[in-house]
Every structure is written in C-alpha cells, then in structure tokens.
C-alpha cells in the first residue's frame, strides 16, 4: 500500500501525500509470515510454541519458537512484563544467547519469535545424555559463562540463572528467558516477589529460624547484582555436572533457606578439574566481593579447557547484517529510520 501511494503520487486524502514513508523495523514480524507447528508448553504468557518464519525477501525459512500472548488472558503489568521481554531481547547479539527474531503485534496473539534450539530445555537435555563426559560439561559451562558475561558487560541483570532457563542447540548453551532481567548491575525488586530460592543468593533472602531449627519466616530482600547472578552461575555448574538433577537434593525450599543461611554448600562436583571445583566454590562465597567476575569465570575455564575464545562481536554484526539482508529492510533504510519518528507499536517497546 505504501508503495502504490508513493509510486503513485496519489492522495491519501486531500492534499495529503506520502512523502518518506516510515517502514517496519527488521523485528517487527508480519503474523502471515510465521507458522505456528507444535505446542512445546506453557509459559508466563500463554503457549510456547514451534514453527517456521519465512523472511521477506527471499525464500528462506528458519525453524523458530513462539511466544505467544492472547491480551484478553494478561493483565497490564503481563502485557507490560510481555513488551519489556522483547525490548530486552531485542538488545542483545551472542552466540550464547538465544537469537531473537522479532515480535508481531498487530493482531493476537502476540508473538515473540526467537530462534529455536534443536535440543531444547538445558536441564532436559542434560537429563537424557546422562554419559556425557565431564571436558563437555565443563565446555558448556564456558558457553553459559561467554552468554552471562556478555549480558553482565551491557550492563545487565539476568536475575534467574540455572539450566531451565537454557537452550541447548548447534552443540552450545544459549542463554534464555528473559522476563526478570533489568538493565544496569544493581536492582531493588519489589517486596514479597516471588524467587527461585534455590538458586537465590545468600545476601537475597533472610531466614528467621526458631529453637526447633525450623523455619518460621522467610522474606526476600530488595536486592539484586552481578554477584547474585554469580551465585546462581555456581548452581548452575552443579546443575551441569548433575546431569541436570534439581539442586540441594532432598531438601525443600525451607530446609534450603535454613542450611544456606547456616552456612552448607553444596560440594562442588568431585570429577571436575581441581580449579573449576574451586571456582564453583567461589561462586557461592557467603561474601559477594569474595566471589569472581564473570569475565574471571570466563577466562578461568577458557585456560582449564584450552578452548579458544571466539571473536564474539565479528560473529553477531555478520549474523545481523544476514538478518537485515533476508528482511526487506536494509541497513541504509534502518539508519533513516533512527533519525525519523517512532513506528506506532503497542506501547512497551
């Protein structure tokens, strides 16, 4: 339609012609273009879905997940929650970190289209390939390392950490989910948010513990950091070298609460290289300053495994310049589009 009015140099209306048309944005999807296949399961915002997503200009398909959200079922603060995912994804760029595609939103439901990993859920897979080796448990945890160090350097918070909420495809850990993460390295959660506890840091929560040494209360503290992440990392690890078995084994969130706040740990993985047993240690420092950097993670396993560091940023901008090609946009036309008004999408992103 843009097209026929500006070729055209007809009217919209009285006296009132296209000039520069303001074109759709790479991430901004078409639903035609996408075909829903197959319920993976359920998510914060309704159904996950898999399916393909054709690309504009050529005849190229790509496998993709789907988030989809029917606005009737959401409240504000979802469809808020909803938005923000998106926006958040939309910023990021790792070979670690699960490929956003894009969102449609100009009808429902909405989808929220990212690249699908072939082995899906990290804790799944790692429960049916229970005989992998210990070199390649130890190499995915430098790929979550390499994802949550990129996230970390935005700067960013992920905020929930651990092998559910990691992909597994193309032989690599991506990191995913990201409905909790918040932009800068410090974040004051609201009260009585619900956390994962089991892989929530030390200094998050506070346990009130009676004679019995049972727990009476337990409350979330207003904090979150790159520390916190950390800590989740260290669980993580234990995740990955326990074939992807639900941390503090035997225990509930209560009896976690309790035995962290008294100091246990779980014991690093016996198997693993001396050092990464230590650094799983570290991790879970009750002191956060005690505990590494993910840049320092990261460099540790990389001389462990003697697995080299790949050049990250040459890979994502030649990832994007394909993603811009097989679009109809161009980068010429998304750099006009910086400088012109927003495109009307819902409001969020």
């Known amino acids: 339609m843009l097209c026929y009015y500006q070729k055209g140099n007809s009217d919209l209306q009285d006296g009132c012609r296209i000039v520069t048309p303001i074109r759709r944005n790479?991430?901004?999807?078409?639903?035609?273009?996408?075909?829903?296949?197959k319920k993976l399961g359920e998510g914060a915002f309704g159904e996950v879905s898999s399916g393909t997503m054709r690309f504009k200009k050529c005849s190229k398909t790509v496998q993709v997940a789907v988030k989809q959200a029917k606005l009737e079922k959401l409240g504000k603060e979802q469809i808020k929650d909803f938005m923000a995912e998106a926006r958040t994804m939309r910023?990021?760029?790792h070979q670690n970190v699960v490929k956003f595609y894009g969102v449609a939103v100009m009808q429902e439901p909405l989808y929220l289209v990212m690249e699908l990993a072939s082995a899906g859920a990290l804790d799944s897979y790692l429960r049916k390939n229970m005989e992998l080796s210990v070199e390649k448990k130890t190499e995915m945890l430098l790929q979550a390392a390499w994802g949550l160090e990129y996230i970390h350097n935005k700067p960013m918070l992920h905020r929930d950490i651990a092998a559910r909420n990691c992909l597994y495809g193309d032989n690599k850990v991506k990191i995913s989910d990201f409905g909790l993460t918040r932009n800068g390295t410090i974040y004051q959660?609201?009260?009585k948010t619900k956390a994962p506890i089991k892989w929530l840091a030390i200094e998050?929560?506070?346990t009130m513990v009676n004679e019995?040494?049972?727990v009476i209360q337990n409350s979330i503290l207003q904090i979150s950091s790159q520390k916190t992440d950390i800590w989740a990392y260290g669980i993580l690890c234990w995740e990955i070298f326990n074939n992807g078995a639900d941390p503090y084994p035997g225990m509930n969130t209560?009896?976690?609460?309790?035995?962290?706040?008294s100091g246990y740990r779980m014991p690093p993985y016996q198997n693993a290289h001396p050092e990464i047993q230590t650094l799983m240690t570290k991790?879970?420092?009750?002191?956060?300053?005690?505990?590494?950097?993910?840049?320092?993670?990261?460099?540790?396993?990389?001389?462990?495994?003697?697995i080299p560091r790949p050049n990250f940023a040459a890979i994502a901008k030649k990832e994007a310049e394909e993603l811009l090609l097989m679009n109809f946009a161009t980068q010429k036309t998304q750099r006009r589009n910086r400088t012109n008004r927003k495109t009307m999408v819902p409001k969020g992103m």
């Open 26 to 37: 790479f991430w901004e999807l078409e639903h035609e273009l996408i075909t829903i296949e």
């Open 212 to 214: 019995l040494n049972e």
């Open 189 to 191: 959660m609201k009260p």
């Open 204 to 206: 998050s929560f506070k």
């Open 254 to 261: 209560s009896d976690v609460a309790a035995q962290v706040s």
């Open 91 to 93: 910023k990021l760029g």
């Open 283 to 306: 991790c879970c420092a009750e002191n956060p300053n005690d505990r590494p950097t993910m840049a320092e993670i990261a460099h540790l396993i990389q001389r462990v495994t003697g």
